[in-house]
C-alpha cells in the first residue's frame, strides 16, 4: 500500500533538477526562490518563536468563533487545546479544529465556483469542473489526520534550547476528520492527464501571500503525480456536513498522512506539469536547512512523523492519592501506531499505554493510563509512540532551522496538590 519508494525517486529526482536549475519556477521570479532558500538556511533569533500568544474570541481572517477555552490564537492562526479534545471521539469537531492560514478566510459561493485543470501534462486544453459536476462523480470517504508540518514547533526552544522561525505551535496543529469527496486521479483522468504528467500543482483561492516584500502568489504546492494519483482527495465534507469557510468550502485536498501544506485549501485551479514545479512551498518553505543539512535544503517534506500528546492542559494540577485517567492521542504519518508507554515520574519508568482505538494508517489512536499521584509538588507526564515502521519517538529531534516535523517525547509538567 505503501509508495515509500516512489515518493524517495521522486525526491532525489526533484533535488537533482532544482540544483542543476531545471526544475520550472512556477509562478515566482527563481531569483526570489533563491533568497528564500538561503534565508531559511540562516539561524533565527528565539523571539520569533516566545511571541505572546493572544486571547480573544475572534481573529480577523477567520470565521468561526475561537474561544479561548477551545483555542489558542497564534498570528493568523488558531491552536487547538489538547484538553479540549478529552471529551471528543476520534474525529475532530469542525468547530474545535486547528485553523492555518497564511492569510485569510475567502468566502466563496459554490454557485460560483469552479475547479479549472490544466497545463502541458494534459493531452488537451483546460477543463472545468463545477461543484455540480465534482458531486455527479463517484464520493469517497476516509477518516484522516491534517496536521501542520510545524506542529510542536515550540519545544525545539523550550526543550531543546534551539532557534527555530514559524508559529510557535504546541502540539494542537492537528485535527483528524471523516473527509468525503471524489479522487483526485478520478479528476486528473477525466481531465485527460498524459503520461508525460509528472507534477500537479493545486492552488488556491486565497489572496497572494507577502513575506519580506516578497509576492509569493497564492498558496501552492506540487504534488508528485504518483502521489496524486494514489490516495488524494478533492473533499467537499468534512464529518457529514459541507467543509467550513475555513477548513477549504467548497472544496480542499486531503493527502493522508503528508505535512498540513499539501492539504490546499479553497482549491481554484490545478495545473497538471510535464516539468518538475517549484514554488516556494516545496523550496525554501517545507525542507529541512541547518548544520546537518545541504544549502539547498533536504528533499521536500512528505510524511509527517509521530508523536503523542496529553489531553490536559499544560500545568494541570493533580490529588495526590487519588486515582487519576490520564488521556491522550499518538499518531504517525509513516505507519499505524503500535504501541504508546506512559511515564508519570519524568521517564525513569514507563508503562504500556491502553489504545482505544484500533490503529489505521494517517489517523490517530486514543489512549488512557492509570494514575495514582504519590507525591505532592511537580511532576512530568510523557507519554512515547512506536509505529508499526519500528520507530519510537526519540529523546530529542535533529534541529532544523524552521523547527519542522519535531517528533521528541514532550515532557508535560503538572503539579501534584
Ligand atoms: N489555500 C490554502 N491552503 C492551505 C493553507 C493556506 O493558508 N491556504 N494552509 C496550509 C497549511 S500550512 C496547513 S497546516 C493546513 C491547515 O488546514 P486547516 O486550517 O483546515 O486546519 O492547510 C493548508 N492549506
Ligand atoms: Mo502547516
Redesign the pocket.
Known sequence: MSPVPTEDAYDRIRMRQWSRGRARSAGVDRRDLLKLVAAASASVPLASVAAPARAADRLPGVVKPLPPELFTLRGTNAETKFAALRDTGLLTPADR???????ATPRIDRADWKLTVWGDGLRGGPVDFTYADLRRLPSVTRTAF????GNGRSFFTSQQGQAVSGTAWTLG?I?TARWRGVRLSDVLRRAGIGRHAVDVLPR???AEVVTDGVNLG??RRPLPVAKALDDVLLAYEMNGKPLPP???YPV?VVVPSWV??A????VGDIEVSAEPLLTPWNTGLYRLFGPGYPPEGSAPLTRQTLKSAFELAPGASFPAHRRALLTGRSWSGGAQVRAVEVSTDGGAHWRAGRLRDEPRAGSWVRWTADWVPRERGPAVLLARATDRSGRTQPVATAHNTQGYLFDAVVRHQVTVV
Open positions: 479544529f486547528f485553523v492555518r492560514n497564511h492569510t491534517v496536521e501542520c508540518a496543529a485535527g488556491g483561492l486565497d497564492r498558496v475555513d477548513h477549504g480542499r498540513g501544506i492539504n490546499i485549501k479553497w
